[in-house]
């Protein structure tokens, strides 16, 4: 079996994020592998390791993203494909969807496994968006991966009225929730032996396509500008006379926030 | 006239109150409206459908459909979505909206936002607005497409119970099976517990409740409020409440309408989980305890005794 | 008395002995090196002190009496050694004298006194400790067959010689000496007899015999001895009693100054370590010989097993049976760890010609694996590394840089750790602390504080090392502010790293997770050395410990004081006073960090004085012999889920003290001991405060 997984570098949400002039301010922010495609990758060794497939990373972005890839081969991951075009920086999730469509259909691959989100966008797009593409089934929000034969798996997806169990015939698209397994911290000897390990660099022009041609000069929607949150502030803090203060906060609640 | 097709959000065979949100965000922007429920025995909903604000109502009604499956389910709301000539469709924030919603999109050649909290029209121009990365700052995308799909974030418009639309209702083929992806089975998970991500009231329970005993009495406060009862990860831990009830960072989010930290310290993984609630009310004998910098109520004192005084309270207003 | 027999006897005795000894050191030399070979003026120190001294033992107040009861048997030993080469020339010269101890020399007659008391003293230690043994029964002995055999054979050793010299007293005072027996008869010191009161008393237990009788006693008694002797030594290699004769080399070899040597500097770097899987100790061979000596120095007292924090909270983690188990699985592979070691003799560096080698030396791998099989898990996780086993044994065994070296193996040559550690890895890799909060809030606490940071102003005397818990931690971050509080009130020019400072990497070296220590030390050595730091004021043991003696392995030389150190010598240069306000019962937790690591013990103490009007009490378990926490060795980390908690343990004991103020002086101790009051229920009885948060509600 032959599985392409999917990451994109993002910013670490763990930091404060500034906006400034309707922009995010860059200084000072560092950026690391999205949190869900690692629950990707990890699914896609997991099966390696169950079920010998060949797992190949493509790693999407107008970055060096070589650390991350380092980390994913240390993981597992036997092939990693970079595409760096510094037009990707612009793209929006259809677009990223076309770019896995061309390295899909450049490749032979049995199924994919991409993250549910983004940690930047939070879109959720991509992977089903690929699906439509490509017309193979996509199940999405996934928890368990499970291979039947050398042409069907069954996946669980966690779905509003409890877990949905599906059949689905290869190849096909599926996306992954936190909640598939929990990435493995990569072994160190991983980490130093993927050092040796050689990532495939290639733009879109070495895809065979263009940034106009995946459509990304005339994207579906554009980013305007950036706002900041408001931040949430202490409110009234009430000390003394339990009976009193829980009377006078319930007032509050009823008539002031009018939430009970 | 912008035409908005609303997907109806149905759990259970019941309809959700996002669909009636969405109608009416939908008619304030002076759209011509209608609804779409896919699913099996959904017919009967349309009278409700028309009463929250949908002016036509596409039903989708087939045994095939009574599990969700993303293909058929995509494929019905655009067939409607066709059928009404719809410039944007509008799903509730579910899962069924975040899985269908790109497939219809791509099929009808639309843009796709997930998780708005605004739209406006002016003109032709349509700009949306939603957060990103991790809520912490809010982006206004301009759709360039001429159609938009999008994920509505829950609690982001307010139904406005004025609204009202006309019974009208449409017919439409049962899409086909996915044969592709064929969902054999649902596990429900159904406990009969109200779900922390759909409750209005949230009661969250905190370390400062000690033992069981603790946890009884403020599980008696989320009952009196008819509230989903949450907890902090001290709680879990101890194993004295459920693994998922634990709210945080690693656990659910939820946005209520209220949420009431009890015993709660208010570390910053609980309150990834529920700062996105509307009003927040902290009960806690520790006047420098986190949370209460952002509870918009603090009553600083021991819950034993704060507890029952607030349960005193609410039986009076319900009174 | 018969040179034929004697010369047999020692022949086959002794040459049993070298034989045994040979093949035990061959197997220590089949371990990998170590230099312990420095220093010699300072080792013959410590070899006087601990081992001659019996320090551990006569210097301990608890268990004084049985300290004192070995200290006399080991002293009797030494000095007995002397006469038992006189008894061996006895047996080829009838009256044979060592040259300075003879009939001549005063000397010789103080011996002689010296040699008799002695031996009466080692009777009654060996019949005290058959009574310890059988009557009072502490839970820390293994009583087992090989102790009483033992103390049998002590036993039989004074007896037979007292009775051999009794016998010859009876015979040349009351038979008229009919064989001639010679004796000390010096005309300046007298008659031998008047020196040895007990040889006297014992002659007259055997005073019924008759002279023929007597005579045989004699021979007998004389044989008996030597063979006894001979058999005492060559059963010592075989079991706990190996420490005879190692533990004076053992603890002449031990670690000099800081508290035992430090962890290797791993070169990551080096394919070859992770092909040869030579990172840490992942088998038996990777030991090095000193390890080795160790474990042949275990004498099983189980001083270790009562102080460790980890085994009186039922965890399966047992010191003495660790150093036992591992000591078994020595011997039980000697023989193809001594073949394995002569074909690593061939090895010449050339990867072609050694591969053939390598390939025989798998061949004499043990069959169990070291960590898993031999050594469980869960025992090698359990450690908080906190010394207090290291503290109190008698011989000086390293069991923690053993332990360390172990991790090692675990967490970078197999991957395996506890899972939990994962999140803190994680967090300390991406954000620079192990919670994995942003690296930008690290400053937050300092805020409106008007608290400088290194990058407006390095050119500040001091360096404040705040550390994670200090920065992030809600609780801790009071402990930052009162500190600030007080080196401003003592107008001291500090400033903080702010953002730039991050994870010393203590827990994860602790862990054995060499590359992520490697990794947080190099960027904070940049960060430093950029700014030319000289003096950083440690809020944290932890901090402090690896700062200062972690740091320079990787080219990081700083003067690091504790917050606690550098507050005393404030108040004793009178840049701040504080009142005598405290009231309450106060006493004080050594943080195992700050005391056992670092030696201080007095500091916190001394400012604790200045401060309470109701006096500082001691809990039981303080200063060199503190009860740990629970947090060190990286296991703030990690879920505890066997026994009952250490910290609990410890609150309980702070709790029966009657204080009602606990003051520490390490984040990790507070976050411990305060969850441990909560937990009993008793916080609000009972305040834990770091030192630097009541000087700074005591400042004058």
């Known amino acids: 079996m032959k599985i392409l997984t999917t990451v994109k570098k993002v910013v670490d949400v763990e930091l404060n994020i500034h906006v400034e002039n309707g922009a995010i301010v860059e200084k000072g922010l560092q950026y690391v592998i999205n949190a869900w495609d690692e629950n990707a990758v990890e699914a896609a060794v997991q099966l390696k390791e169950a079920h010998k497939a060949e797992t190949t990373l493509v790693s999407l972005g107008s970055t060096d993203n070589t650390d991350i890839i380092r980390k994913c081969y240390a993981m597992g991951i036997d092939n990693a494909i970079h595409i760096d075009d510094p037009a990707l920086a612009e793209a929006d999730s259809p677009t990223f969807a076309r770019v896995l469509q061309k390295v899909y259909e450049a490749g032979d691959y049995d199924l994919v496994i991409a993250g549910k989100q983004a940690q930047d966008t939070d879109a959720g797009q991509a992977g089903i968006m690929l699906g439509e593409f490509l017309g193979i089934p996509c199940v999405s929000n996934v928890i368990e991966i499970k291979v039947t034969d050398d042409t069907h798996i069954q996946v669980s997806r966690l779905g509003d009225a409890g877990t949905e169990i599906v059949d689905v015939t290869l190849p096909a698209v599926v996306t992954v929730s936190d909640s598939i397994n929990e990435p493995r911290l990569p072994a160190m000897r991983g980490i130093m032996m993927a050092k040796k390990k050689k990532i495939t660099v290639m733009d879109l022009a070495g895809l065979g396509t263009s940034f106009e041609e995946i459509g990304g000069t005339a994207p579906a929607s554009a980013v305007v500008e950036f706002m900041p949150v408001q931040k949430r502030k202490g409110g009234q803090k009430f000390e003394g006379d339990p009976a009193e203060i829980t009377a006078q906060v319930v007032q509050l609640l009823v008539n002031e926030a009018k939430v009970l | 006239m912008t035409n908005i097709l609303v997907v109806a959000d149905i759990k259970q065979g019941v309809l959700k109150g996002s669909t009636a949100e969405l109608l009416s965000k939908a008619k304030e922007l002076g759209a011509a409206t209608a609804a779409v429920a896919v699913g099996s025995n959904v017919t009967d909903l349309a009278p409700q459908l028309a009463a929250a604000g949908s002016d036509t109502q596409y039903i989708a009604d087939?045994?095939?459909?009574?599990?969700?499956?993303?293909?058929?389910?995509?494929?019905?709301?655009?067939?409607?979505?066709?059928?009404?000539?719809?410039?944007?469709?509008?799903?509730?924030?579910?899962?069924?909206?975040?899985?269908?919603?790109?497939?219809?999109?791509?099929?009808?050649?639309?843009?796709?936002?997930?998780?708005?909290?605004?739209?406006?029209?002016?003109?032709?121009?349509?700009?949306?607005?939603?957060?990103?990365?991790?809520?912490?700052?809010?982006?206004?995308?301009?759709?360039?497409?001429?159609?938009?799909?999008?994920?509505?974030?829950?609690?982001?418009?307010?139904?406005?119970?004025?609204?009202?639309?006309?019974?009208?209702?449409?017919?439409?083929?049962p899409p086909e099976k996915d044969m592709a992806a064929a969902v054999k089975e649902l596990i429900s998970d159904a406990s009969g517990e109200i779900d922390l991500a759909d409750a209005d009231i949230v009661v969250s329970v905190g370390r400062g409740a000690k033992d069981q005993a603790g946890v009884d009495l403020v599980k008696d406060l989320a009952d009196d409020l008819a509230a989903g009862f949450g907890s902090s990860r001290a709680m879990v831990d101890a194993g004295l409440m459920a693994h998922n009830k634990q709210v945080g960072q690693t656990g659910k989010i939820v946005a209520p309408s209220l949420y009431v930290a009890v015993g709660i310290s208010g570390a910053i993984q609980h309150l990834a989980g529920m700062n996105g609630a509307k009003v927040i009310l902290a009960v806690n004998k520790d006047p420098e305890a986190p949370i209460f910098n952002v509870a918009d109520f603090g009553i600083v004192g021991n819950l034993f005794d704060v507890i029952p005084l607030l349960k005193e309270e609410i039986k009076k207003i319900r009174a | 008395m018969s040179p034929l027999l004697m010369t047999v006897l020692l022949a086959v005795g002794l040459g049993f002995f070298a034989r045994t000894m040979y093949q035990r050191i061959l197997l220590l030399t089949s371990l990998e090196p170590a230099d312990r070979f420095n220093r010699i003026k300072d080792r013959l120190k410590n070899l006087v002190i601990i081992a001659f001294g019996q320090k551990r033992l006569v210097g301990r107040k608890k268990e004084r009496a049985s300290g004192i009861m070995h200290a006399f048997i080991f002293w009797g030993f030494c000095i007995l050694l002397i006469r038992s080469l006189t008894l061996y020339g006895h047996g080829y010269v009838e009256g044979f004298q060592l040259p300075l101890l003879g009939e001549s020399s005063f000397l010789g007659y103080l011996y002689l006194a010296l040699k008799d008391v002695t031996e009466a003293v080692v009777l009654i230690m060996v019949i005290y400790a058959f009574y310890r043994r059988l009557v009072v029964r502490p839970t820390r002995l293994h009583n087992t067959w090989e102790a009483y055999l033992v103390l049998a054979l002590i036993g039989v050793l004074m007896v037979s010689d007292l009775l051999f010299d009794g016998a010859r007293f009876m015979l040349i005072t009351a038979h008229g000496n009919p064989a001639d027996l010679h004796y000390f008869n010096n005309p300046t010191f007298g008659q031998e007899f008047f020196w040895t009161p007990v040889t006297v008393a014992a002659g007259h237990v055997i005073s019924g015999f008759s002279a023929v009788g007597?005579?045989?006693?004699?021979?007998?008694?004389?044989?008996?001895?030597?063979?006894?002797?001979?058999?005492?030594?060559?059963?010592?290699?075989?079991?706990?009693?190996?420490?005879?004769?190692?533990?004076?080399?053992?603890?002449?070899?031990?670690?000099?100054?800081?508290?035992?040597?430090?962890?290797?500097?791993?070169?990551?770097?080096?394919?070859?370590?992770?092909?040869?899987?030579?990172?840490?100790?992942?088998?038996?061979?990777?030991?090095?010989?000193?390890?080795?000596?160790?474990?042949?120095?275990?004498?099983?007292?189980?001083?270790?097993?009562?102080?460790?924090?980890?085994?009186?909270?039922?965890?399966?983690?047992?010191?003495?049976?660790?150093?036992?188990?591992?000591?078994?699985?020595?011997?039980?592979?000697?023989?193809?760890?001594?073949?394995?070691?002569?074909?690593?003799?061939?090895?010449?560096?050339?990867?072609?010609?050694?591969?053939?080698?390598?390939?025989?030396?798998?061949?004499?791998?043990?069959?169990?694996?070291?960590?898993?099989?031999?050594?469980?898990?869960?025992?090698?996780?359990?450690?908080?590394?906190?010394?207090?086993?290291?503290?109190?044994?008698?011989?000086?065994?390293?069991?923690?840089?053993?332990?360390?070296?172990?991790?090692?193996?675990?967490?970078?040559?197999?991957?395996?750790?506890?899972?939990?550690?994962?999140?803190?890895?994680?967090?300390?890799?991406?954000?620079?602390?192990?919670?994995?909060?942003?690296?930008?809030?690290?400053?937050?606490?300092?805020?409106?504080?008007?608290?400088?940071?290194?990058?407006?102003?390095?050119?500040?005397?001091?360096?404040?090392?705040?550390?994670?818990?200090?920065?992030?931690?809600?609780?801790?971050?009071?402990?930052?502010?009162?500190?600030?509080?007080?080196?401003?009130?003592?107008?001291?020019?500090?400033?903080?790293?702010?953002?730039?400072?991050?994870?010393?990497?203590?827990?994860?070296?602790?862990?054995?997770?060499?590359?992520?220590?490697?990794?947080?030390?190099?960027?904070?050595?940049?960060?430093?050395?950029?700014?030319?730091?000289?003096?950083?004021?440690?809020?944290?043991?932890?901090?402090?410990?690896?700062?200062?003696?972690?740091?320079?392995?990787?080219?990081?030389?700083?003067?690091?004081?504790?917050?606690?150190?550098?507050?005393?010598?404030?108040?004793?240069?009178?840049?701040?006073?504080?009142?005598?306000?405290?009231?309450?019962?106060?006493?004080?937790?050594?943080?195992?960090?700050?005391?056992?690591?670092?030696?201080?013990?007095?500091?916190?103490?001394?400012?604790?004085?200045?401060?309470?009007?109701?006096?500082?009490?001691?809990?039981?378990?303080?200063?060199?012999?503190?009860?740990?926490?629970?947090?060190?060795?990286?296991?703030?980390?990690?879920?505890?889920?066997?026994?009952?908690?250490?910290?609990?343990?410890?609150?309980?004991?702070?709790?029966?003290?009657?204080?009602?103020?606990?003051?520490?002086?390490?984040?990790?101790?507070?976050?411990?001991?305060?969850?441990?009051?909560?937990?009993?229920?008793?916080?609000?009885?009972?305040?834990?405060?770091?030192?630097?948060?009541?000087?700074?509600?005591?400042?004058?």
């Open chain 2, 62 to 173: 087939d045994p095939s459909l009574e599990i969700f499956s993303a293909a058929p389910f995509a494929a019905a709301v655009a067939d409607a979505a066709k059928a009404f000539n719809a410039d944007m469709v509008w799903f509730g924030f579910s899962e069924t909206g975040k899985a269908a919603a790109p497939r219809v999109a791509v099929q009808l050649e639309a843009a796709c936002a997930t998780e708005i909290i605004d739209v406006a029209i002016d003109g032709d121009v349509v700009h949306i607005t939603r957060p990103a990365i991790a809520n912490k700052v809010l982006q206004k995308m301009k759709i360039n497409a001429p159609k938009l799909v999008a994920v509505v974030r829950a609690g982001a418009f307010e139904a406005d119970p004025e609204v009202t639309g006309t019974e009208n209702v449409v017919t439409l083929d």
């Open chain 3, 214 to 700: 007597l005579e045989r006693v004699m021979v007998l008694m004389f044989w008996v001895h030597v063979i006894t002797q001979l058999i005492f030594l060559n059963i010592l290699p075989f079991g706990k009693h190996f420490h005879v004769i190692t533990s004076l080399p053992n603890v002449f070899f031990k670690s000099l100054d800081y508290p035992h040597e430090k962890i290797k500097l791993l070169d990551l770097e080096d394919e070859s370590v992770w092909e040869d899987e030579t990172l840490g100790v992942n088998h038996l061979h990777q030991l090095n010989w000193k390890q080795g000596l160790d474990l042949y120095t275990c004498t099983e007292c189980g001083r270790c097993k009562e102080v460790c924090p980890t085994y009186v909270t039922d965890k399966p983690l047992n010191l003495h049976d660790f150093n036992d188990t591992l000591k078994a699985e020595l011997y039980a592979n000697a023989d193809n760890l001594i073949l394995r070691a002569k074909l690593a003799g061939n090895l010449t560096g050339d990867a072609e010609a050694d591969a053939k080698t390598k390939e025989k030396m798998a061949v004499f791998k043990p069959e169990k694996a070291l960590v898993g099989e031999v050594i469980a898990l869960d025992t090698l996780w359990a450690c908080t590394t906190c010394r207090a086993c290291e503290q109190v044994c008698p011989v000086t065994i390293e069991q923690v840089p053993r332990i360390i070296a172990m991790r090692q193996g675990q967490t970078l040559m197999q991957g395996e750790y506890p899972e939990e550690l994962n999140t803190a890895f994680k967090g300390l890799e991406r954000n620079g602390n192990p919670w994995g909060i942003g690296y930008d809030k690290r400053a937050d606490w300092a805020e409106g504080l008007d608290v400088k940071l290194m990058a407006d102003d390095p050119n500040v005397e001091y360096l404040l090392w705040v550390g994670c818990a200090g920065s992030f931690d809600d609780r801790t971050q009071k402990v930052s502010k009162a500190l600030v509080k007080i080196l401003k009130a003592a107008g001291v020019d500090f400033a903080i790293l702010g953002t730039e400072e991050k994870c010393t990497g203590d827990f994860a070296r602790r862990a054995g997770n060499e590359m992520m220590y490697q990794m947080m030390a190099t960027e904070n050595i940049e960060t430093l050395n950029n700014y030319k730091v000289k003096k950083i004021i440690a809020a944290c043991p932890h901090c402090l410990n690896t700062l200062k003696h972690d740091y320079p392995q990787m080219g990081g030389h700083y003067e690091v004081i504790h917050h606690t150190d550098f507050i005393n010598q404030l108040i004793a240069d009178g840049k701040i006073r504080v009142k005598k306000s405290l009231g309450g019962a106060l006493t004080y937790h050594d943080p195992c960090y700050l005391g056992r690591y670092n030696g201080i013990y007095d500091a916190p103490r001394s400012i604790l004085a200045g401060m309470s009007n109701h006096g500082l009490s001691e809990l039981p378990r303080h200063g060199t012999e503190s009860f740990c926490c629970g947090a060190g060795g990286g296991r703030m980390w990690m879920e505890e889920t066997i026994g009952t908690r250490i910290n609990v343990e410890r609150s309980r004991e702070i709790v029966d003290e009657k204080a009602e103020t606990v003051a520490v002086g390490c984040p990790f101790c507070l976050t411990m001991i305060e969850d441990g009051m909560k937990e009993l229920d008793k916080d609000e009885q009972v305040k834990t405060r770091d030192i630097a948060e009541l000087v700074a509600e005591h400042l004058a």
